[in-house]
Each structure stands twice: as structure tokens, then as C-alpha cells.
């Protein structure tokens, strides 16, 4: 079992920054691969960003590039999303997610077995 808990939400103007983090506990945490997702109100759960379990491989969603940065600190057992120049659409709940380190990244959420709670991110027009 992994948990995960994310923190580093909150309200923010269009055109600001936040950092999100994602700190896991439980089994190792090296092993495994860590996604963030985001779902807004009425959407499905979409993908933002992945990172491997070395930190040698990331993913992110087209919207987000060069935008979004994410990296780990396995030391820490944590897992930050910077997300500067935030939009609107950029809105909603964040969940960070774990799943065993296999091949590439995965961007899928139906792969990821643990989830954290979520934390909201609002950016005002």
C-alpha cells in the first residue's frame, strides 16, 4: 500500500504561480511511477503531468508544456508540480497517484492503483 497526500492548493490570479506537492508514505517509494490529474467541475479526470520513478522520465499534457514542471525528490519521498502563467481553465481539483514503474510513463488513469485526496487549485480570471 502507498498513501499519498497532496498540499500547496489555493486561490491565485491568471498569470501566477503554485506549487503543488504530493508526499508519499507506506511501501518503498521509489518504485513507483507518480502522475498528477486534475478534474473541474462537469469534466472527466484528465492528465497533467508524470514522472518515472528515477526522475529521467517526464510526461506532461499539451496545454501545460511549458508551463508545468514536474519533478521528485526521492530523499523526501515527495513529488512537486510548479505550474506558473496559471489560466482559468486551469481549474480545478489536483490528485497525485502512484503506480508500480513499468516500461513508460503512463498517462492513463485507469493504471494508477492509489490516489491521494486532492487539492484544490482556483485561478481567477
Known amino acids: 500500500q502507498v498513501q499519498l497526500v497532496e498540499s500547496g492548493g489555493g486561490l491565485v490570479q491568471a498569470g501566477g504561480s503554485l506549487r503543488l506537492s504530493c508526499v508519499t508514505s507506506g511501501r518503498t517509494f521509489s518504485p513507483y511511477d507518480i502522475g498528477w490529474f486534475r478534474q473541474a467541475p462537469g469534466k472527466e479526470r484528465e492528465f497533467v503531468a508524470a514522472?518515472?520513478?528515477?526522475?529521467?522520465?517526464?510526461a506532461y499534457k499539451d496545454s501545460v508544456k511549458g508551463r508545468f514542471t514536474i519533478s521528485r525528490d526521492n530523499a523526501k519521498k515527495t513529488v512537486y508540480l510548479q505550474m506558473n502563467s496559471l489560466k482559468p481553465e486551469d481549474t480545478a481539483v489536483y490528485y497525485c497517484a502512484a503506480t508500480p514503474g513499468v516500461l513508460a510513463v503512463k498517462t492513463v488513469h485507469s493504471e494508477y492503483n492509489y490516489w491521494g485526496q486532492g487539492t484544490q487549485v482556483t485561478v481567477s480570471s
Open positions: 514522472i518515472r520513478e528515477t526522475g529521467g522520465s517526464t
